[in-house]
Protein backbone atom coordinates (compact mmCIF):
# COMPACT_ATOMS: atom_id res chain seq x y z
CA UNK A 1 0.00 0.00 0.00
CA UNK A 2 2.85 2.33 1.20
CA UNK A 3 4.13 1.87 -2.48
CA UNK A 4 1.00 2.27 -4.56
CA UNK A 5 0.04 5.38 -2.58
CA UNK A 6 2.67 7.69 -4.66
CA UNK A 7 2.04 6.00 -7.79
CA UNK A 8 -1.63 6.49 -7.62
CA UNK A 9 -0.95 10.35 -6.47
CA UNK A 10 1.43 11.21 -9.37
CA UNK A 11 -0.72 9.42 -11.61
CA UNK A 12 -4.08 11.56 -10.75
CA UNK A 13 -1.95 14.79 -10.73
CA UNK A 14 -1.08 14.15 -14.21
CA UNK A 15 -4.95 13.65 -15.02
CA UNK A 16 -5.69 16.10 -13.37
CA UNK A 17 -3.62 18.54 -15.27
CA UNK A 18 -4.45 16.69 -18.44
CA UNK A 19 -8.15 17.76 -17.66
CA UNK A 20 -7.25 21.19 -16.98
CA UNK A 21 -5.29 21.95 -20.26
CA UNK A 22 -7.91 20.32 -21.61
CA UNK A 23 -10.03 22.76 -21.19
CA UNK A 24 -7.86 25.47 -21.46
CA UNK A 25 -7.21 24.67 -25.11
CA UNK A 26 -10.43 23.50 -26.21
CA UNK A 27 -12.17 26.19 -24.51
CA UNK A 28 -10.88 28.52 -27.59
CA UNK A 29 -12.58 26.78 -29.52
CA UNK A 30 -16.03 26.88 -27.86
CA UNK A 31 -15.55 30.68 -27.14
CA UNK A 32 -14.86 30.80 -30.60
CA UNK A 33 -18.56 29.16 -31.67
CA UNK A 34 -20.60 31.00 -28.69
CA UNK A 35 -19.23 34.02 -29.64
CA UNK A 36 -20.32 33.26 -33.57
CA UNK A 37 -24.32 32.45 -32.08
CA UNK A 38 -23.98 36.09 -30.10
CA UNK A 39 -24.14 33.50 -27.01
CA UNK A 40 -22.17 33.95 -23.27
CA UNK A 41 -21.61 30.63 -21.90
CA UNK A 42 -20.99 30.33 -18.22
CA UNK A 43 -18.33 28.54 -17.02
CA UNK A 44 -19.80 25.34 -16.35
CA UNK A 45 -20.55 25.35 -20.42
CA UNK A 46 -17.60 25.70 -21.34
CA UNK A 47 -16.31 23.17 -19.48
CA UNK A 48 -18.75 20.72 -20.51
CA UNK A 49 -18.15 21.56 -23.89
CA UNK A 50 -14.52 21.09 -23.87
CA UNK A 51 -14.99 17.58 -22.44
CA UNK A 52 -16.91 16.38 -25.83
CA UNK A 53 -15.59 18.30 -28.77
CA UNK A 54 -15.33 16.20 -32.11
CA UNK A 55 -12.01 17.98 -32.58
CA UNK A 56 -10.74 19.00 -29.64
CA UNK A 57 -7.47 20.61 -29.46
CA UNK A 58 -6.21 17.86 -27.09
CA UNK A 59 -8.79 15.53 -25.97
CA UNK A 60 -9.66 14.71 -22.14
CA UNK A 61 -8.69 11.41 -21.23
CA UNK A 62 -11.87 10.05 -21.31
CA UNK A 63 -11.95 10.60 -24.73
CA UNK A 64 -8.90 9.26 -25.62
CA UNK A 65 -9.55 6.24 -23.64
CA UNK A 66 -12.84 5.83 -25.44
CA UNK A 67 -11.62 6.14 -28.76
CA UNK A 68 -8.71 3.57 -27.32
CA UNK A 69 -10.75 1.37 -26.67
CA UNK A 70 -13.53 1.29 -30.01
CA UNK A 71 -9.85 1.15 -32.15
CA UNK A 72 -8.75 -1.85 -30.45
CA UNK A 73 -10.92 -3.45 -29.37
CA UNK A 74 -14.37 -2.87 -31.18
CA UNK A 75 -12.86 -2.68 -34.39
CA UNK A 76 -12.36 -5.69 -36.75
CA UNK A 77 -8.11 -5.99 -36.85
CA UNK A 78 -8.81 -6.30 -40.83
CA UNK A 79 -10.28 -2.90 -40.60
CA UNK A 80 -7.79 -0.12 -41.78
CA UNK A 81 -8.70 2.06 -39.08
CA UNK A 82 -7.85 -0.69 -36.28
CA UNK A 83 -5.30 0.28 -34.32
CA UNK A 84 -4.45 -3.65 -33.06
CA UNK A 85 -3.83 -3.85 -37.22
CA UNK A 86 -1.49 -0.54 -37.27
CA UNK A 87 0.23 -1.61 -34.44
CA UNK A 88 0.76 -5.03 -35.55
CA UNK A 89 2.86 -3.26 -38.54
CA UNK A 90 5.03 -1.37 -36.22
CA UNK A 91 5.19 -4.29 -33.74
CA UNK A 92 6.57 -6.14 -37.02
CA UNK A 93 9.55 -3.95 -37.58
CA UNK A 94 10.17 -3.24 -34.19
CA UNK A 95 11.30 -6.85 -33.22
CA UNK A 96 13.17 -7.25 -36.51
CA UNK A 97 14.82 -3.66 -35.99
CA UNK A 98 15.19 -4.69 -32.40
CA UNK A 99 16.74 -8.29 -33.35
CA UNK A 100 19.18 -6.44 -35.95
CA UNK A 101 20.14 -3.85 -33.58
CA UNK A 102 20.58 -6.36 -30.96
CA UNK A 103 22.62 -8.42 -32.38
CA UNK A 104 25.21 -5.78 -34.08
CA UNK A 105 25.39 -3.84 -30.98
CA UNK A 106 26.69 -7.22 -29.00
CA UNK A 107 28.89 -8.28 -32.12
CA UNK A 108 30.44 -4.83 -31.85
CA UNK A 109 31.19 -4.97 -28.08
CA UNK A 110 32.78 -8.16 -28.20
CA UNK A 111 34.80 -7.14 -31.41
CA UNK A 112 35.37 -3.88 -29.52
CA UNK A 113 36.45 -5.35 -26.29
CA UNK A 114 39.23 -7.93 -27.78
CA UNK A 115 40.54 -6.16 -30.18
CA UNK A 116 42.35 -2.47 -29.27
CA UNK A 117 42.24 -1.70 -32.94
CA UNK A 118 38.16 -1.83 -33.42
CA UNK A 119 37.93 0.01 -30.23
CA UNK A 120 39.80 2.81 -32.07
CA UNK A 121 38.15 2.62 -34.65
CA UNK A 122 34.53 1.95 -34.62
CA UNK A 123 33.62 3.69 -31.67
CA UNK A 124 33.87 7.15 -33.19
CA UNK A 125 31.81 6.26 -35.85
CA UNK A 126 29.36 4.50 -33.77
CA UNK A 127 29.10 7.65 -31.50
CA UNK A 128 28.77 10.44 -34.84
CA UNK A 129 26.06 7.52 -35.53
CA UNK A 130 23.78 8.70 -32.94
CA UNK A 131 24.96 12.06 -33.41
CA UNK A 132 22.73 12.96 -36.81
CA UNK A 133 19.15 12.79 -36.46
CA UNK A 134 17.34 10.06 -37.68
CA UNK A 135 14.47 12.14 -38.99
CA UNK A 136 17.36 13.19 -41.83
CA UNK A 137 18.37 9.78 -42.15
CA UNK A 138 14.99 8.15 -42.16
CA UNK A 139 13.81 9.38 -45.48
CA UNK A 140 16.98 9.01 -46.98
CA UNK A 141 16.72 5.42 -46.18
CA UNK A 142 13.59 4.68 -47.33
CA UNK A 143 14.39 6.12 -51.07
CA UNK A 144 18.47 4.38 -51.09
CA UNK A 145 16.50 1.20 -50.79
CA UNK A 146 13.61 1.90 -53.15
CA UNK A 147 16.53 2.89 -55.81
CA UNK A 148 18.14 -0.54 -55.42
CA UNK A 149 15.18 -2.61 -55.68
CA UNK A 150 13.83 -3.23 -52.40
CA UNK A 151 9.89 -3.60 -52.02
CA UNK A 152 7.88 -2.24 -49.37
CA UNK A 153 8.77 -0.61 -46.07
CA UNK A 154 9.88 -3.43 -44.06
CA UNK A 155 13.38 -3.46 -45.10
CA UNK A 156 14.23 0.21 -44.65
CA UNK A 157 12.13 0.23 -41.41
CA UNK A 158 14.00 -2.74 -40.01
CA UNK A 159 17.15 -0.40 -40.87
CA UNK A 160 15.64 2.97 -38.95
CA UNK A 161 14.93 0.89 -36.32
CA UNK A 162 18.36 -1.15 -35.75
CA UNK A 163 19.81 2.06 -36.40
CA UNK A 164 18.56 3.20 -33.29
CA UNK A 165 18.49 0.44 -30.90
CA UNK A 166 21.88 -0.77 -31.81
CA UNK A 167 23.99 2.29 -29.94
CA UNK A 168 22.64 1.98 -26.40
CA UNK A 169 23.43 -1.99 -26.69
CA UNK A 170 26.35 -1.50 -27.71
CA UNK A 171 27.77 0.73 -25.44
CA UNK A 172 25.98 -1.30 -22.67
CA UNK A 173 27.94 -4.09 -23.70
CA UNK A 174 31.52 -2.63 -24.03
CA UNK A 175 30.41 -1.68 -20.59
CA UNK A 176 29.36 -5.12 -19.03
CA UNK A 177 32.40 -6.90 -20.95
CA UNK A 178 34.77 -4.88 -19.64
CA UNK A 179 32.75 -5.35 -15.82
CA UNK A 180 35.34 -8.31 -14.71
CA UNK A 181 37.88 -6.43 -12.65
CA UNK A 182 41.98 -7.27 -12.65
CA UNK A 183 41.78 -9.67 -10.00
CA UNK A 184 39.07 -11.86 -12.07
CA UNK A 185 40.65 -11.67 -14.88
CA UNK A 186 44.25 -12.71 -13.58
CA UNK A 187 42.28 -15.50 -11.58
CA UNK A 188 41.82 -16.83 -15.13
CA UNK A 189 45.08 -15.74 -16.38
CA UNK A 190 46.32 -18.23 -13.73
CA UNK A 191 44.14 -21.11 -14.96
CA UNK A 192 45.64 -20.34 -18.73
CA UNK A 193 42.54 -20.09 -19.92
CA UNK A 194 42.29 -19.13 -23.49
CA UNK A 195 40.06 -15.59 -24.43
CA UNK A 196 37.15 -17.52 -25.69
CA UNK A 197 37.09 -19.32 -22.42
CA UNK A 198 37.37 -16.03 -20.62
CA UNK A 199 34.47 -14.55 -22.82
CA UNK A 200 32.41 -17.40 -22.12
CA UNK A 201 33.01 -17.96 -18.29
CA UNK A 202 33.81 -14.55 -17.12
CA UNK A 203 32.71 -12.05 -19.66
CA UNK A 204 29.54 -12.89 -21.15
CA UNK A 205 28.08 -13.75 -17.45
CA UNK A 206 29.42 -10.76 -15.96
CA UNK A 207 27.60 -8.52 -17.84
CA UNK A 208 24.24 -9.90 -17.89
CA UNK A 209 22.54 -7.04 -15.96
CA UNK A 210 23.94 -4.65 -18.44
CA UNK A 211 22.66 -6.76 -21.14
CA UNK A 212 19.06 -6.67 -19.68
CA UNK A 213 19.39 -2.82 -18.48
CA UNK A 214 20.38 -1.98 -22.86
CA UNK A 215 17.74 -4.15 -23.76
CA UNK A 216 14.62 -2.67 -22.08
CA UNK A 217 16.40 1.00 -23.85
CA UNK A 218 17.03 -0.72 -27.06
CA UNK A 219 13.11 -2.43 -27.28
CA UNK A 220 12.04 1.18 -26.76
CA UNK A 221 14.32 2.73 -29.00
CA UNK A 222 13.33 0.17 -32.12
CA UNK A 223 9.92 1.12 -31.78
CA UNK A 224 10.75 4.97 -31.73
CA UNK A 225 12.57 3.55 -35.24
CA UNK A 226 10.00 2.23 -36.40
CA UNK A 227 7.07 4.83 -36.53
CA UNK A 228 9.81 7.38 -37.54
CA UNK A 229 10.48 4.89 -40.39
CA UNK A 230 6.47 5.26 -41.35
CA UNK A 231 6.44 8.82 -40.73
CA UNK A 232 8.06 10.37 -44.29
CA UNK A 233 6.75 9.74 -47.81
CA UNK A 234 3.67 8.86 -46.82
CA UNK A 235 2.75 5.51 -45.51
CA UNK A 236 -0.47 4.16 -44.98
CA UNK A 237 0.28 1.62 -42.61
CA UNK A 238 1.76 1.44 -39.02
CA UNK A 239 1.23 3.79 -35.82
CA UNK A 240 3.13 6.01 -37.09
CA UNK A 241 1.02 6.37 -40.90
CA UNK A 242 -1.62 7.07 -38.43
CA UNK A 243 -0.10 10.05 -36.42
CA UNK A 244 1.04 11.73 -39.55
CA UNK A 245 -2.45 11.43 -41.23
CA UNK A 246 -4.33 12.31 -37.71
CA UNK A 247 -1.71 15.62 -37.76
CA UNK A 248 -2.23 16.48 -41.57
CA UNK A 249 -5.62 15.90 -41.78
CA UNK A 250 -6.86 17.79 -37.87
CA UNK A 251 -7.66 14.30 -36.75
CA UNK A 252 -6.14 14.81 -33.19
CA UNK A 253 -7.92 12.07 -32.12
CA UNK A 254 -6.56 9.59 -34.65
CA UNK A 255 -3.29 11.26 -33.19
CA UNK A 256 -3.47 10.90 -29.99
CA UNK A 257 -5.23 7.38 -29.97
CA UNK A 258 -1.93 6.64 -32.03
CA UNK A 259 0.50 8.08 -29.77
CA UNK A 260 -1.15 6.17 -26.36
CA UNK A 261 -0.82 2.56 -28.65
CA UNK A 262 2.42 3.22 -29.45
CA UNK A 263 3.35 4.41 -25.74
CA UNK A 264 1.72 1.20 -24.27
CA UNK A 265 3.06 -1.09 -27.39
CA UNK A 266 6.57 0.55 -25.79
CA UNK A 267 5.56 -0.10 -22.12
CA UNK A 268 4.67 -3.92 -22.87
CA UNK A 269 7.33 -4.48 -24.92
CA UNK A 270 10.07 -3.07 -21.46
CA UNK A 271 8.05 -4.96 -19.10
CA UNK A 272 8.69 -8.30 -21.26
CA UNK A 273 11.89 -7.57 -21.39
CA UNK A 274 11.71 -6.59 -17.07
CA UNK A 275 10.20 -10.27 -17.25
CA UNK A 276 12.83 -11.71 -19.23
CA UNK A 277 15.62 -10.39 -17.13
CA UNK A 278 13.93 -11.52 -13.82
CA UNK A 279 13.79 -15.01 -15.00
CA UNK A 280 18.08 -15.02 -16.23
CA UNK A 281 18.52 -13.69 -13.07
CA UNK A 282 16.74 -15.97 -11.51
CA UNK A 283 18.26 -19.28 -13.19
CA UNK A 284 21.71 -17.57 -12.61
CA UNK A 285 20.70 -17.84 -8.44
CA UNK A 286 21.10 -13.51 -8.59
CA UNK A 287 17.63 -13.35 -8.18
CA UNK A 288 16.39 -11.44 -5.44
CA UNK A 289 16.20 -13.59 -2.07
CA UNK B 1 67.72 -27.97 15.67
CA UNK B 2 67.36 -30.62 13.72
CA UNK B 3 63.89 -29.13 12.78
CA UNK B 4 65.98 -26.63 10.80
CA UNK B 5 68.36 -29.35 9.28
CA UNK B 6 65.40 -30.88 7.73
CA UNK B 7 63.91 -27.99 5.99
CA UNK B 8 67.20 -26.84 4.64
CA UNK B 9 67.76 -30.32 2.65
CA UNK B 10 64.27 -30.23 1.20
CA UNK B 11 64.33 -29.93 -2.67
CA UNK B 12 63.97 -26.49 -3.66
CA UNK B 13 60.42 -25.54 -5.37
CA UNK B 14 60.82 -22.05 -5.78
CA UNK B 15 64.95 -20.47 -6.61
CA UNK B 16 64.58 -16.67 -7.56
CA UNK B 17 68.33 -15.35 -8.06
CA UNK B 18 68.91 -11.46 -7.81
CA UNK B 19 65.32 -10.99 -9.41
CA UNK B 20 64.80 -7.53 -10.16
CA UNK B 21 61.52 -5.35 -11.59
CA UNK B 22 61.34 -1.86 -12.23
CA UNK B 23 57.84 -0.93 -13.45
CA UNK B 24 57.91 2.67 -15.39
CA UNK B 25 55.85 4.81 -14.14
CA UNK B 26 54.44 8.98 -15.14
CA UNK B 27 56.98 9.58 -12.09
CA UNK B 28 59.90 7.67 -13.20
CA UNK B 29 60.93 4.38 -12.60
CA UNK B 30 59.41 2.17 -9.27
CA UNK B 31 61.87 -0.47 -8.56
CA UNK B 32 59.02 -2.88 -7.04
CA UNK B 33 61.77 -5.52 -6.83
CA UNK B 34 65.34 -5.13 -6.01
CA UNK B 35 68.17 -8.13 -6.26
CA UNK B 36 65.84 -10.49 -4.34
CA UNK B 37 67.37 -14.09 -3.68
CA UNK B 38 65.55 -16.91 -2.15
CA UNK B 39 65.05 -20.33 -2.33
CA UNK B 40 61.69 -21.91 -0.76
CA UNK B 41 61.86 -25.58 -0.14
CA UNK B 42 59.41 -28.34 -0.80
CA UNK B 43 56.45 -28.12 1.96
CA UNK B 44 57.62 -24.65 3.56
CA UNK B 45 55.02 -22.63 4.23
CA UNK B 46 56.64 -19.05 3.73
CA UNK B 47 55.24 -15.65 4.97
CA UNK B 48 56.10 -12.33 3.04
CA UNK B 49 55.85 -9.36 5.50
CA UNK B 50 56.38 -6.26 5.14
CA UNK B 51 54.60 -2.23 4.72
CA UNK B 52 52.96 -1.30 1.48
CA UNK B 53 55.02 -0.85 -1.80
CA UNK B 54 57.22 -3.80 0.12
CA UNK B 55 57.18 -5.79 -2.97
CA UNK B 56 55.87 -8.70 -1.57
CA UNK B 57 52.18 -9.09 -3.53
CA UNK B 58 54.39 -8.32 -6.54
CA UNK B 59 57.52 -11.13 -5.69
CA UNK B 60 54.16 -13.54 -5.15
CA UNK B 61 53.03 -12.34 -8.61
CA UNK B 62 56.38 -12.87 -10.41
CA UNK B 63 56.33 -16.76 -9.04
CA UNK B 64 52.44 -17.04 -10.75
CA UNK B 65 53.89 -15.61 -13.51
CA UNK B 66 51.61 -12.39 -13.43
CA UNK B 67 54.35 -10.05 -13.66
CA UNK B 68 57.86 -10.44 -15.86
CA UNK B 69 61.08 -9.67 -14.00
CA UNK B 70 63.03 -7.13 -15.69
CA UNK B 71 66.56 -8.63 -14.46
CA UNK B 72 67.59 -11.71 -12.70
CA UNK B 73 66.54 -15.52 -12.81
CA UNK B 74 63.29 -17.46 -11.35
CA UNK B 75 62.81 -21.29 -11.88
CA UNK B 76 59.73 -23.11 -10.13
CA UNK B 77 59.70 -26.64 -10.12
CA UNK B 78 62.68 -25.85 -12.10
CA UNK B 79 61.44 -24.25 -14.88
CA UNK B 80 59.97 -20.84 -16.12
CA UNK B 81 56.86 -19.54 -13.96
CA UNK B 82 55.38 -19.38 -17.44
CA UNK B 83 56.21 -23.30 -17.78
CA UNK B 84 54.74 -24.21 -14.28
CA UNK B 85 51.69 -22.20 -14.53
CA UNK B 86 51.28 -24.50 -18.02
CA UNK B 87 51.83 -27.41 -15.70
CA UNK B 88 49.36 -26.43 -13.00
CA UNK B 89 52.17 -26.26 -10.94
CA UNK B 90 49.85 -23.63 -8.29
CA UNK B 91 46.60 -22.30 -7.17
CA UNK B 92 46.44 -18.64 -6.53
CA UNK B 93 44.24 -17.02 -3.72
CA UNK B 94 43.48 -13.41 -3.74
CA UNK B 95 42.49 -10.98 -1.53
CA UNK B 96 39.18 -11.33 -2.09
CA UNK B 97 37.37 -14.66 -2.72
CA UNK B 98 36.01 -13.47 -6.04
CA UNK B 99 33.52 -15.79 -6.47
CA UNK B 100 31.54 -15.74 -9.49
CA UNK B 101 27.44 -14.73 -7.90
CA UNK B 102 25.94 -16.24 -10.89
CA UNK B 103 27.62 -19.61 -10.08
CA UNK B 104 27.36 -22.01 -6.76
CA UNK B 105 29.91 -22.85 -4.57
CA UNK B 106 30.25 -25.49 -6.36
CA UNK B 107 30.50 -24.23 -9.64
CA UNK B 108 32.80 -22.12 -8.52
CA UNK B 109 35.40 -24.46 -7.13
CA UNK B 110 34.68 -26.61 -10.39
CA UNK B 111 35.93 -23.03 -12.47
CA UNK B 112 39.06 -24.37 -13.16
CA UNK B 113 38.46 -27.85 -13.94
CA UNK B 114 35.92 -26.57 -16.43
CA UNK B 115 38.75 -24.82 -18.03
CA UNK B 116 41.78 -27.29 -17.90
CA UNK B 117 39.14 -29.99 -19.10
CA UNK B 118 38.47 -32.52 -16.23
CA UNK B 119 35.66 -34.89 -17.48
CA UNK B 120 32.41 -34.09 -15.58
CA UNK B 121 32.57 -37.07 -13.22
CA UNK B 122 36.48 -36.52 -12.01
CA UNK B 123 34.87 -32.15 -11.54
CA UNK B 124 32.47 -33.91 -9.34
CA UNK B 125 34.60 -36.00 -7.64
CA UNK B 126 37.21 -33.15 -7.18
CA UNK B 127 34.83 -30.47 -5.66
CA UNK B 128 33.52 -32.87 -3.41
CA UNK B 129 37.13 -33.95 -2.15
CA UNK B 130 38.32 -29.65 -2.05
CA UNK B 131 34.80 -28.67 -0.62
CA UNK B 132 35.06 -31.39 2.20
CA UNK B 133 38.95 -30.31 3.31
CA UNK B 134 38.02 -26.53 3.53
CA UNK B 135 34.82 -27.48 5.80
CA UNK B 136 32.01 -26.64 3.52
CA UNK B 137 30.44 -29.92 2.54
CA UNK B 138 27.08 -29.35 2.12
CA UNK B 139 27.42 -25.89 0.52
CA UNK B 140 27.76 -27.01 -2.87
CA UNK B 141 24.74 -25.80 -3.58
CA UNK B 142 24.59 -22.75 -2.25
CA UNK B 143 25.16 -19.17 -3.54
CA UNK B 144 28.06 -17.13 -2.95
CA UNK B 145 25.67 -14.54 -1.65
CA UNK B 146 24.20 -17.08 0.80
CA UNK B 147 27.97 -17.42 2.68
CA UNK B 148 30.11 -15.57 5.23
CA UNK B 149 32.59 -13.74 4.07
CA UNK B 150 34.72 -16.28 6.05
CA UNK B 151 33.35 -19.03 4.21
CA UNK B 152 33.57 -17.30 0.83
CA UNK B 153 37.47 -17.32 1.73
CA UNK B 154 37.51 -20.79 2.07
CA UNK B 155 35.53 -21.72 -1.13
CA UNK B 156 38.08 -19.57 -2.94
CA UNK B 157 41.12 -21.70 -1.23
CA UNK B 158 38.86 -25.01 -2.48
CA UNK B 159 39.23 -23.54 -5.95
CA UNK B 160 42.96 -22.92 -5.65
CA UNK B 161 43.43 -26.74 -4.58
CA UNK B 162 40.77 -28.11 -6.45
CA UNK B 163 43.23 -29.49 -9.71
CA UNK B 164 46.24 -30.69 -7.03
CA UNK B 165 48.45 -27.71 -7.70
CA UNK B 166 52.16 -28.44 -5.23
CA UNK B 167 51.97 -24.63 -4.59
CA UNK B 168 49.63 -22.43 -3.26
CA UNK B 169 50.07 -18.67 -3.42
CA UNK B 170 48.28 -16.75 -1.19
CA UNK B 171 48.31 -13.04 -1.49
CA UNK B 172 46.52 -11.54 1.97
CA UNK B 173 44.20 -13.67 2.11
CA UNK B 174 42.23 -13.19 5.34
CA UNK B 175 43.05 -9.58 5.23
CA UNK B 176 39.71 -8.17 4.71
CA UNK B 177 38.16 -10.71 7.86
CA UNK B 178 37.92 -9.32 11.28
CA UNK B 179 40.53 -11.12 13.61
CA UNK B 180 38.18 -13.91 15.48
CA UNK B 181 37.46 -14.90 11.92
CA UNK B 182 41.05 -14.72 11.09
CA UNK B 183 42.47 -17.01 14.02
CA UNK B 184 39.61 -19.62 12.96
CA UNK B 185 41.26 -19.96 9.49
CA UNK B 186 44.69 -19.92 10.34
CA UNK B 187 44.07 -22.75 12.61
CA UNK B 188 42.26 -24.81 9.42
CA UNK B 189 44.91 -23.42 7.08
CA UNK B 190 47.91 -24.86 9.01
CA UNK B 191 45.73 -28.08 9.13
CA UNK B 192 44.99 -27.89 5.53
CA UNK B 193 48.61 -27.69 4.86
CA UNK B 194 49.74 -30.62 7.51
CA UNK B 195 47.35 -32.71 5.18
CA UNK B 196 48.14 -32.02 1.82
CA UNK B 197 52.03 -31.31 2.43
CA UNK B 198 51.39 -28.02 -0.12
CA UNK B 199 54.43 -25.78 -0.37
CA UNK B 200 52.19 -22.21 0.47
CA UNK B 201 53.88 -18.97 0.44
CA UNK B 202 51.43 -16.12 1.98
CA UNK B 203 51.61 -12.31 1.97
CA UNK B 204 50.36 -10.64 4.87
CA UNK B 205 50.83 -7.43 6.84
CA UNK B 206 50.16 -9.53 10.14
CA UNK B 207 53.35 -10.48 12.49
CA UNK B 208 51.39 -12.85 14.77
CA UNK B 209 49.56 -14.71 11.57
CA UNK B 210 53.11 -14.37 10.13
CA UNK B 211 54.21 -16.41 12.93
CA UNK B 212 51.58 -18.70 13.55
CA UNK B 213 51.80 -20.13 9.83
CA UNK B 214 55.48 -20.10 8.67
CA UNK B 215 58.05 -22.20 8.79
CA UNK B 216 60.09 -19.55 6.96
CA UNK B 217 59.25 -15.31 7.62
CA UNK B 218 60.29 -13.24 4.94
CA UNK B 219 60.68 -9.51 6.23
CA UNK B 220 60.70 -7.01 3.18
CA UNK B 221 61.27 -3.30 3.00
CA UNK B 222 59.65 -0.28 0.31
CA UNK B 223 61.76 1.62 -2.01
CA UNK B 224 63.37 -0.20 -3.30
CA UNK B 225 61.08 -3.53 -2.55
CA UNK B 226 63.76 -5.81 -1.09
CA UNK B 227 64.65 -9.01 1.45
CA UNK B 228 65.77 -7.62 4.62
CA UNK B 229 65.70 -10.87 6.66
CA UNK B 230 64.58 -14.30 6.25
CA UNK B 231 63.50 -16.48 9.55
CA UNK B 232 63.62 -20.07 9.87
CA UNK B 233 61.37 -20.44 12.47
CA UNK B 234 61.86 -22.84 15.09
CA UNK B 235 58.33 -23.84 16.07
CA UNK B 236 57.01 -27.40 15.43
CA UNK B 237 54.90 -27.77 12.63
CA UNK B 238 52.02 -28.80 15.13
CA UNK B 239 50.67 -24.93 16.74
CA UNK B 240 47.58 -25.07 18.87
CA UNK B 241 46.49 -20.94 18.84
CA UNK B 242 47.94 -20.61 22.26
CA UNK B 243 51.58 -21.30 21.10
CA UNK B 244 51.21 -17.57 20.56
CA UNK B 245 51.43 -16.77 24.07
CA UNK B 246 55.33 -18.57 24.15
CA UNK B 247 58.31 -17.08 24.79
CA UNK B 248 59.55 -18.28 21.50
CA UNK B 249 56.58 -17.22 19.20
CA UNK B 250 57.47 -13.55 20.96
CA UNK B 251 60.81 -13.93 20.09
CA UNK B 252 60.36 -14.34 16.42
CA UNK B 253 58.07 -11.96 16.46
CA UNK B 254 59.81 -9.41 18.23
CA UNK B 255 62.80 -10.40 15.85
CA UNK B 256 60.23 -9.72 12.35
CA UNK B 257 59.08 -6.89 13.97
CA UNK B 258 62.95 -5.01 14.82
CA UNK B 259 63.40 -6.08 10.87
CA UNK B 260 60.39 -4.39 10.22
CA UNK B 261 61.75 -1.27 11.75
CA UNK B 262 65.06 -1.31 10.53
CA UNK B 263 63.81 -1.66 6.57
CA UNK B 264 61.78 1.49 7.03
CA UNK B 265 62.29 4.62 6.33
CA UNK B 266 61.30 7.34 8.97
CA UNK B 267 61.34 10.17 6.67
CA UNK B 268 57.63 10.28 5.35
Redesign the interface.
Known amino acids: MRRVLPVLVVTAAIVVIWYAASVWMNSTWTLDQAERAGETPTFGQIVADTMAQDRPLLPPPHQVAAELWELTAEKKITSKRSLVYHGWITLQATMLGFAVGAIMGIALAIGIVHSRTMDMSVMPWAIISQTVPIVAIAPMIIVLSNAVGIDGRTVPKTIISAYLSYFPVLVSMVKGLRSPDA??L????????SNA?TFW??RL??S?PYFFASMKVAVAASLVGAIVGELPTGAIQGLGARMLIGSQFGEPMIMWTALFAAAILAAGLVFLVGLLERLALRL???GA? | MADRIEHSVKPPVIVAEDLNLTFQTSDGPVHALKDVTLTIGKGEFVSFIGPSGCGKTTFLRVI?A?EQPTGGTITVNGVSPDAA??ARA???V???A?L?????IAGNVK??L???GFSKAEQDERVRKVLELVDLSGFGKK?P?QLSGGMQQRASIARALAFDADILLMDEPFGALDEIVRDHLNEQLLKLWARTEKTIGFVTHSIPEAVYLSTKIVVMSPRPGRITDVIESPLPRERPLDIRDTPEFLQIAHRVREGLRAGHAYDE
Open positions: MQDLLRTYSAQKLPALTGQP | ALRRYGYFQAGYPWRTLPEIMYW
